[in-house]
């Protein structure tokens, strides 16, 4: 993620559970200024609105907020190292036995009632907590594994004078998606926007939410476009496309990434542009154009060298930057057979003339020379280590998230 100026990365990596802020130098190296472990494995991050802070939401559904640029020891008034949300003093941790909140009686769903035999089993906590060593605030929580979180502001309809609004919405496994007031109210929930069957986003559809109301104002089909595309592909020999491993059958979808790129606008609030979605194991980019009176439809599908792992948005060159899982299909290869023959990255850019995405964008000649660099790097590395099960892992997790056997309610 990268901030509005250019001058600031954030990476967040998985293995041990990082945030990194990364600085962009005049020559275009990165130098790292500073590193953050957080307590669970971070799902998504964003930025507040004028990017003072970094919002991180983890897999044990807690919302942090940390500062971009952590403060000195005489700069923490506003902002200590608190203690998590979840920890008691170590004493306490060792001595008090651990008793669930819950009761038979106020949960009825078999995950729920499957949770709360666990939690009964337990004699007693097994581990201690430790507190975080730098600047934080846990703004809220969820009951479920967070997917995705989003900070909005929006201008406030009929006041005298320019003034806004900062919303903090999150979504869950659960099929929730929560709005919360902006920070430094975060604890104060607006509403929910109630109405998704699997985890968000693994439906078969996308919802169109007009938000602050809670309400669905449109429902886009999107299962039909990927099996269409997955069919074509097929006919066509070019490559099959693995189903994932743990699928039922049923040709389900789970999507991995929604962005959105703006063509027209204007400062009462009515826009026009494009929503990109990408679905994981699908080698496309499924367009949705979005028009003035808010309504949403298929405009096309791109089809690309590989299976979409993440996409960049370039508002000023109306450009799309994505990455690709750049390997064979390691499901039916042995690990000798495998090669790199994909390019890393790709590109699209919008024709105003011919109102599509065409392949010539401004962006693809560096994209060439990255891709030509990548193939030499990974020509001139012995004896790679290649686990394709560990790498599918990395890759591909969301349709995990799809609740299956006794998960099911």
């Not at 669970?40 to 990017?51: G, L, Q």
């Not at 390691?330 to 590109?347: E, I, K, M, V, W």
């Not at 964008?361 to 030499?376: T, Y």
Request: aromatic share 8%.
């Amino acid at each position: 993620m990268v901030n509005s100026t250019g001058k600031h990365i954030i990476a967040v990596t998985g293995e041990d559970k990082c945030i990194r802020v990364l600085e962009v130098l005049a020559d275009n190296t990165l130098l790292q200024i500073s590193e953050r472990h957080m307590p669970k494995r971070p799902c998504s991050v964003a930025f507040t609105t004028d990017e003072s802070m970094i919002l991180c939401a983890d897999k044990f559904g807690d919302v942090y907020a940390l500062p971009l640029f952590e403060p000195r020891n005489d700069q923490k008034d506003g902002m200590d190292e608190q203690p998590m949300a979840h920890e008691q003093p170590h004493n306490e941790a060792k001595s008090k036995p651990f008793i669930p909140a819950a009761t038979a009686l106020t949960v009825h769903t078999k995950r729920n009632q499957q949770a709360l035999k666990n939690q009964q089993s337990l004699t007693s906590k097994s581990s201690e907590k430790k507190s975080l060593d730098f600047a934080h605030q846990l703004l809220l929580g969820h009951v479920s594994l967070l997917t995705d979180l989003a900070y909005v502001t929006v201008l406030v309809a009929g006041s005298t004078s320019p003034s806004t609004h900062s919303y903090l919405l999150t979504s869950d496994r659960d099929e929730h998606i929560r709005v919360s007031r902006g920070l430094p109210q975060a604890h104060i929930i607006e509403g929910y926007c109630l109405g998704h069957t699997e985890f968000v986003s693994g439906d078969d559809y996308l919802l169109i939410w007009k938000w602050l109301s809670s309400k669905v104002q449109q429902r886009v089909e999107l299962k039909s476009l990927v099996a269409g595309l997955r069919e074509k592909i097929t006919q066509e020999s070019r490559r099959d496309i693995e189903q994932p491993t743990i699928a039922t059958g049923t040709g389900s979808i789970a999507v991995t990434g929604i962005w959105a790129i703006q063509t027209l606008g204007d400062n009462k609030g009515n826009y026009e542009g494009y929503i990109i979605v990408a679905c994981e194991r699908v080698p496309a980019l499924v367009i949705y154009s979005w028009h003035e009176n808010g309504k949403v439809e298929h405009h096309e599908t791109l089809e690309v060298e590989g299976n979409i792992l993440d996409v960049a948005v370039v508002p000023k060159q109306m450009s799309i930057l994505y990455a690709i899982d750049n390997l064979e299909d390691y499901s039916s290869a042995t690990d000798d057979q495998l090669r790199y023959h994909l390019p890393s990255f790709g590109s699209y850019c919008y024709s105003s003339t011919a109102c599509s995405w065409v392949k010539h964008s401004p962006l693809q000649e560096s994209i060439n020379g990255i891709n030509q660099w990548a193939a030499i790097q990974e020509s001139t590395v012995p004896d790679l280590e290649f686990r394709p099960n560990v790498m599918r892992e990395y890759l591909y997790g969301t349709e995990k998230l799809r609740k299956r056997g006794q998960d099911e309610d």
